[in-house]
């Protein structure tokens, strides 16, 4: 498609945007993508003065072209004039309209001068206590289960459609290895979950070396905070070992 429109331009150049568009029966605006691209290139150029919101597009020895076309452009542009309204003649209908007008308009005023129309008494509902209705839902709400971080890895993996392909749980930390659907298939994980407040360099480093011995990435899932060299260590590892953090 370029090389039609620079065959255009080279033989009706200058153009605009919306007289490729009209010739190759194509939106105007990826007309004007196509000049763009052409003028980028270096292969067209793009006049410097422009006609409403773009400019003119041409090829080496049409400047003087572009300069003529230009100024036709300019002079063709409608000129604003100033001018009066003719009066329309006063026919009896006419006549009649403007009396009707005027006595409306009276009206309106001679009631604005009377004051503002009275206001409807405001209507008073006795009210009604919603003490039996908020000891009614105190007594319905059933208390929130708090669950333990395991069971909040296990329902984030249940929701997200992620199978658990083992599991073992020990001083205080819980592995998995997981299943992630995609395109491809699934594809498997290392997951290491911990609800220590802090954690650390040691913690990651860990979690990464038994990642790397089963050659597979790894997921680290806390509920704390990184310490600054576990952030540090991360940046070094790269996207081998991934951060998900749950809040409780």
């Avoid at 029966?25 to 270096?42: Q, R």
């Avoid at 009066?87 to 009206?107: G, H």
């Avoid at 650390?200 to 480093?205: I, T, V, Y």
Wanted: proline share 6%; no cysteine; glycine share 6%.
């Amino acid at each position: 498609m370029q090389d039609k429109v620079l065959d255009l331009v080279q033989r009706k150049g200058p153009v605009l945007p919306v007289e490729i568009a009209s010739e190759l029966n194509i939106d105007s605006f990826l007309a004007g993508a196509y000049l763009a691209e052409l003028a980028a290139a270096g292969r067209i150029q793009a006049s410097k003065q422009r006609v409403g919101s773009t400019a003119l597009y041409y090829v080496s020895g049409q400047e003087a072209a572009v300069t003529k076309r230009l100024a036709d452009l300019s002079a063709q542009k409608p000129k604003i004039s100033t001018y009066q309204r003719a009066t329309p003649a006063a026919t009896p209908e006419i006549a009649r309209k403007r009396e009707a007008f005027a006595t409306r308009l009276q009206e309106i005023e001679k009631r604005e001068k009377e004051g503002p129309a009275q206001r409807p008494e405001k209507v008073l509902f006795p009210k009604i206590s919603r003490a039996p209705l908020f000891e009614k839902l105190k007594r319905t709400v059933t208390p929130i289960i708090k669950r333990n971080f395991g069971d909040q890895v296990v329902l984030y993996f249940e929701e997200k459609g992620i199978e658990i392909v083992s599991r073992d749980s020990k001083r205080g930390r819980k592995d998995f290895v997981i299943a992630v659907p995609s395109a491809m298939g699934p594809v498997h994980f290392f997951v290491r979950a911990s609800d220590k407040q802090k954690i650390g360099k040691s913690d990651l480093s860990l979690a990464h070396s038994e990642g790397q011995e089963r050659k597979l990435p790894v997921i680290f899932i806390m509920s704390g905070q990184l310490t600054k060299p576990a952030i540090e260590y991360l940046k070094k590892v790269g996207d081998l070992l991934k951060i998900k953090k749950l809040e409780l």
